[in-house]
């Protein structure tokens, strides 16, 4: 299948900083991203949907002001948390989907906040 | 909300078929199935979507039901591998393109 990459695979950081991942599909143009969080134990939960060049569309109950989503191009998209604390640790997962393709996933980031 | 349910937990021996139920009672014509697995900490793997027909790859087979409201995913020969956490997903209409909503899952031991 079609490869989406995702950088960091895990990143500590301060409460109250500010992190940024990053999600990139290497082999095909995503003209659709899509961000997903992941508590222990439980499904995967989705944040947003983001066309290429276009806002992203939050699901109810995620602050976009908070995760802050930039698709600027059809190969990158950005999830940035702002102002982290200590329940924003979590495992975030982006997915790229292309015109009629199956959503691929990206191996996921393991944030933890101090 | 997902529009699945499936068993939380399955196991099934080595070598031999393992048969992932799932329930959408409330698909729409249009709406396709898909299947995801996901091992310990990773991203989820793409298996096998279907509308109507039953489809074959080179992972596994899914049989949906004449009425489209529940599907089996069926992996001919398991191997220890093949252990994870298997969600079946109804891709809905969002506001702006489709999605995939997850539910909990039917999390499969392949057993030696």
């Known amino acids: 299948g079609a490869v989406v990459s995702q950088h960091p695979s895990r990143v500590i950081c301060k409460s109250g900083t500010s992190v940024k991942i990053e999600c990139r599909s290497l082999?095909?143009?995503?003209?659709?991203m899509f961000w997903y969080r992941q508590f222990p134990k439980q499904s995967l939960m989705l944040m947003a949907t983001?066309?290429?060049?276009?806002?992203?569309?939050?699901e109810q109950g995620v602050e976009k002001d908070k995760f802050l989503i930039n698709h600027a191009s059809l190969t990158l998209s950005t999830l940035t948390v702002t102002s982290a604390h200590p329940e924003d640790s979590s495992f975030y997962i982006c997915s790229g989907s292309g015109m009629n393709t199956e959503a691929f996933f990206g191996q996921g980031t393991r944030l933890t906040v101090v | 909300d997902a529009k699945t349910t499936q068993p939380p937990s399955m196991d099934c021996a080595e070598g031999r078929a393992a048969n992932l139920p799932c329930n959408h009672s409330t698909i729409s014509g249009n709406e396709y199935v898909y299947w995801y697995r996901q091992i310990h900490s990773q991203g989820p793997q793409y298996i096998i979507h279907g509308l109507k027909n039953n489809e074959t790859n080179e992972m596994a087979s899914l049989i949906i039901t004449e009425d489209r409201k529940s599907s089996t995913l069926i992996l001919p020969h398991a191997t220890l591998r093949d252990t994870a956490v298997y969600y079946c997903i109804v891709r809905v209409k969002g506001d702006s393109s489709y999605k995939l909503i997850f539910g909990s899952g039917t999390r499969l031991l392949v057993r030696p």
């Open positions: 082999d095909f143009q995503a003209t659709t």
């Open positions: 983001s066309n290429e060049g276009s806002k992203a569309t939050y």
